[in-house]
């Protein structure tokens, strides 16, 4: 089985999106896909992972394996939050730093995510991409 891009994990989730109708419908699907993440180990929810600019809590961290790829792993308190951070972590984690940069985060807008959060969760997921490109900023190859 080949490996998906992050630009086809986007396009996927686009197409999941498009299925639905109403927005009660796509704010399921996003509760649900936040269910399915992994929890988070208890020893990376500090303060010093805590994201700031959300309003939920969200812890957020990030490593580099051996071959260069970014494992994100975050969680949240609050459901859409949390999956929200699952979608991102669909697209963006074990990847390598230069396709995390390369990827616009534009697929939540074309799934209508700007037009249905509050300005609230837009700044928390504004932060949490902000987090997600600083870390892939910071494990690019020398």
Known sequence: MQESSAQQEAEEIIDEFSFFDDWADR?????DQGRRLAPLDPS????ENQLKGCQS????????????????S???????VQGLI??????????PPQEILAL???????????????PTRKNG???MVEAIKKAAQHHLPA
């Open 57 to 72: 809590v969200v812890y957020f961290t990030s490593m580099c394996d051996a071959g260069g790829r970014i494992h994100f």
């Open 74 to 80: 975050a969680s949240s308190d609050a459901a859409i």
């Open 86 to 95: 699952a979608l991102l972590l669909r697209v963006y984690s074990e990847r």
């Open 27 to 31: 704010y399921q699907h996003l509760i």
């Open 44 to 47: 990376y929810q500090t303060e």
């Open 104 to 118: 616009s985060p534009d697929f939540l807008e074309k799934i209508g995510l700007d037009k249905h959060l509050s």
């Open 125 to 127: 997921l504004a932060s």
